[in-house]
């Protein structure tokens, strides 16, 4: 059984930091792509960041909306994934869910980047942003 577990979410005020953590159990492996995505009430579901090893290094994605404040990272032998927020923002308040997937689930093409949704997610948490 495929578990991720999140936890890190809660309240800030603007300007402040959080880091969300998440554990994977339950895949083949423990080198999977792994991220974070968030979603408002009447909007969809957006990538925030993802990470996965390949040969040649970390593998890296940041939505253009959080770039430069936000950051992710890995950690294979725990099967984690951490997203650290910096100053955070009123429109970054949102469910935030961790997603995992054996297989990359963002890839550059063409010069864009494909997205897809991953396999397995965890429960979601809420991260508000007071102003």
């Known amino acids: 059984q495929v578990q991720l577990v999140e936890s890190g979410g809660g309240s800030v005020q603007a300007g402040g930091s959080l880091t969300l953590s998440c554990v994977v159990s339950?895949?083949?492996?423990?080198?999977?792509?792994m991220g974070w995505f968030r979603q408002v009430p009447g909007k969809a579901r957006e990538a925030v960041a993802g990470?996965?090893?390949?040969?040649?290094?970390?593998?890296?994605y940041v939505a253009d909306s959080v770039k430069g404040r936000f950051s992710i990272s890995q950690d294979n032998a725990k099967s984690s994934v951490y997203l650290q927020m910096t100053n955070l923002k009123p429109e970054d308040t949102a469910m935030y869910y961790c997603?995992?997937?054996?297989?990359?689930?963002?890839?550059?093409?063409?010069?864009?980047?494909?997205?897809?949704?991953?396999?397995?997610w965890g429960q979601g948490m809420q991260v508000t942003v007071s102003s």
């Open positions: 339950g895949l083949p492996s423990t080198n999977n792509c």
């Open positions: 997603g995992a997937d054996p297989d990359p689930w963002f890839r550059e093409s063409g010069g864009r980047i494909l997205l897809r949704p991953p396999n397995f």
């Open positions: 990470i996965y090893s390949t040969d040649d290094g970390a593998k890296t």
